[in-house]
């Protein structure tokens, strides 16, 4: 090899390096500017709808490192955040555990389980897989129903009590949750952009476009599909944990409902699956969006909300199957 | 067994229902060799190169690589034990850019991204796709595709390389540049095998031929001994060919 291919060669790792660098500045200022957005914003509704719109964009951040890295397409997400929710609520209400403690101990849970769905569901392809995954979550929905231990149909209170960082409750002040779901979000941004780089990261990818290609090529399939649903797993958990904290009151279709798989899964496909920051885009336009509808159409009304997301996701797919981001990266030519 | 022998079939059977695909076949593979798998359609080349490369578990036989038996090692495994193979119709990753395709194959012996990055380049550079690097998978043209192929499998650092009609329905020209990348791979010390029914490419290329017939092995040996072997004539052409 001649001395200046190999300097060429030189360079196109470091026009990589400097790219892995400016998406880090890019994610830094984002942040930074999110972080600012309570000093504007006083109307408690409008805190409300910018934490949950946080909280979405880092769980469905998680749901994309298993749909949209290694694609595999879950329906039944909501099975991880109920089981991040009744960890937290069932440890704090009946043990007094802090919720800090709670949200791992549900991530880890989510992540074993994950694992253990992952021998059997993971030998089904592409429309099966999701099936499977929806049907899963609605049996765990059904039997959160029926224990009795972790509240029933009833639910679960969190008592009233002191405003706290400890026990991560704020009755007077919402900039607490705020802060701490974009900390959630800059955790699973961080988490993904470590990944995407990493030998998992590639080799999710490689499983997702093409498994026996991957196979052949010393790609271990079925272990990699199992790493990334325990790391979205336990993520996905940890903001059903922050969530029931948020709250103060769960009961099994309040966190486990097939409603929340659905909008777990759908920022990150309108955001342009795959991508570091598909989800978190897809969480701004339609988690507002979904807000917005149900306050001004009545909260009973709750069919409209999901009318729009089939609007918007049939959209997205017959003009931009790649996401809403592609819009932004088409110009530079790479890819996000 | 001498060392000078990298892979053996044993007695080889693959059945699909009635059809017998490979039948007793026991072939060897040596170190350092450009070997032909060659026979008509349907001679049973793609169902041998399958159990060779982990795609498909025979029916009985076994096969044996560098003296440690295979036979119900899965793909990946293989490849990590230093057999590659790439595939007829390629399959490369279209998401990912020429480069990152490549590493997927490095990764096997690199664990971290920049010294995986920087072997894949190398490779990329090595098939002459080093031009390429950054552009989407799916933008390449078909022999290009080829060729990324030959250096996504380069890049897991084989000691046997498994190529699937690698020269087929290229040009002319494509196909003299196809060879000369073949006879590169072998020159860096990697055993090539490759599976092909158009037999005046392969004969240009090969050291040793072996030909397949109806699931049988029916020939083995130099390029010149095959063309003028009267089994094979046959076998390609028919009993009138002969007869005439």
Known sequence: MSDATLSSLKLSGDAFLAKRRRQLMVAAAVFAAVACLPLGIGDVYLQNVLILTLLYAAVSQSWNILGGYCGQISLGHALYFGIGAYAASVLFVNYDIVPWFGMVVGGVLSAALAVALGFMTFRLKGHYFAIATLVIAEIGLVLVHNWDFVGGALGIQWPFGADSIWTLQFARDKVPYFYFALGLLVVVWLVTYVIENSRWGFWWRAVKDDPEAAESLGVEVFRSKLAAAAVSAFFTAVGGGFYAAFVSYIDPESVMSFRFSLLFALPAVLGGIGTLWGAPLGAAILIPLTEITRSYLGGSGSGLDLIIYGALIMAVALAKPEGLLSLFTRKSGGKA | ?244
């Open chain 2, 1 to 244: 067994m001498s060392s000078k022998i990298l892979l053996q079939t044993l007695n080889v059977t693959q059945r699909f229902g009635g059809l017998v695909a490979n039948s007793d076949v026991s072939v060897s593979i040596r170190r350092g060799e450009i070997l032909g798998l060659i026979g008509p359609n349907g001679a049973g080349k793609s169902t041998l190169f399958a159990a060779i490369s982990g795609a498909r578990v025979p029916t009985s036989g076994s096969i044996v690589f560098e003296g440690e038996d295979i036979t119900r090692m899965p793909a990946a495994e293989r490849c990590r034990l230093g057999i590659a193979r790439t595939f007829q119709v390629p399959r490369s990753f279209d998401s990912m850019s020429v480069a990152e395709n490549v590493m997927i194959g490095a990764f096997v012996r690199h664990a971290n991204a920049t010294r995986a990055r920087a072997a894949a380049l190398e490779v990329l550079d090595y098939v002459g796709l080093d031009g390429r690097a950054d552009a989407t998978a799916g933008q390449l043209t078909p022999p290009e595709k080829r060729r990324l192929e030959v250096a996504r499998a380069i890049a897991t650092e084989p000691k046997l390389l498994l190529l699937d009609e690698v020269l087929t329905g290229l040009t002319p020209s494509e196909a003299r540049l196809g060879m000369d990348l073949v006879r590169k791979v072998r020159d860096r010390g990697i055993t090539v095998v490759m599976v092909e029914h158009v037999m005046e490419i392969v004969m240009q290329l090969v050291d040793r031929a072996i030909v397949l017939n109806l699931g049988k092995l029916l020939a083995e040996g130099s390029p010149a001994d095959i063309v003028r072997n009267e089994d094979v004539i046959t076998a390609y052409l028919g009993d009138r060919h002969r007869a005439a």
